[in-house]
């Protein structure tokens, strides 16, 4: 499930062609994110032009820039489709559940994939942590996907993501909780697989991040 097409939710109802133009839309897209990160990692992020890309993905040149503003944003537009789709994943759970078990299963279902998705999904973060400009955009991925899912939280529980906290605040701790989990796999500063450095670290959070090795403490009035 770690690609820009796996990570579509689900398209608005629209006429027949209205659907198939933002399939087309959606599947363009993705032809050039992954272009650009081919182009990125044979060439060097710093030399590949958005023509360059536009040609690798089989469209016309000068037609890149309505698709994505840059080549930054196309090679880690892959991150935030993750962001909705990880979202969608939150609305679609049962609506009794705990809001942080929905968030827990639709973490693990979002990091079901196969390993050369994973292994794709690990060289995309190493180029973007080895770039500058491309941390930069990435950081606004982990933004948005924030508010996707404070959006998601708050249907479920009947809050408004704008004007209430708790949909925010769920919505931060989780998507902290994954940043800290992406970013231990992809620097191989644990030897844990994504899925359960991810798992450990929701778990962690939801325990109310009591320090290793010290009993709980006990509530006060």
């Known amino acids: 499930m770690i690609g820009l097409s796996a990570a579509v939710s689900s398209v608005p109802r629209m ?8 399939r087309k839309r959606t599947a363009t897209r993705a032809a050039l994110s992954e272009a650009a990160m081919r182009l990125a990692l ?21 037609t890149f820039r309505n698709y994505f503003a840059s080549k ?21 759970r049962p609506a009794g559940e705990p809001v942080w078990d929905s968030l827990r299963h639709a973490g693990m279902t979002m ?12 060289d995309r973060l190493h180029l973007i942590r080895s770039h500058a400009a491309l941390f930069a955009q990435h950081l606004t ?14 249907d479920r ?8 906290a708790y949909p925010r605040l769920q919505a931060g701790a989780a998507v902290l909780a994954m940043r800290i989990a992406l970013d231990l796999w992809a620097t191989g500063k644990s030897t844990g697989s994504l899925p359960d450095l991810t798992a450990g670290a929701l778990d962690d959070v939801r325990a109310g991040l009591l320090q290793p090795g010290r009993p709980a403490l006990a509530a006060t009035s």
Do not use: C, W
């Not at 006429?15 to 933002?22: F, G, L, S, T, W």
């Open 15 to 22: 006429d027949d062609e209205a659907v198939q133009r933002e």
């Open 42 to 62: 044979r060439q060097g992020v710093q030399y590949v032009t958005a023509d360059a890309i536009a040609v690798a993905a089989g469209i016309a040149p000068g």
């Open 72 to 92: 930054e944003e196309a090679i880690v537009a892959p991150l935030l489709a993750q962001g909705r789709y990880f979202a969608d994943l939150v609305r679609a």
């Open 111 to 122: 990091l079901s994939a196969p390993a050369e998705q994973m292994k794709a999904l690990h």
């Open 141 to 154: 991925v982990f933004d948005e996907s924030e508010r996707l899912l404070a959006e998601a939280i708050a």
């Open 157 to 164: 529980v009947g809050l408004d993501a704008a004007a209430d």
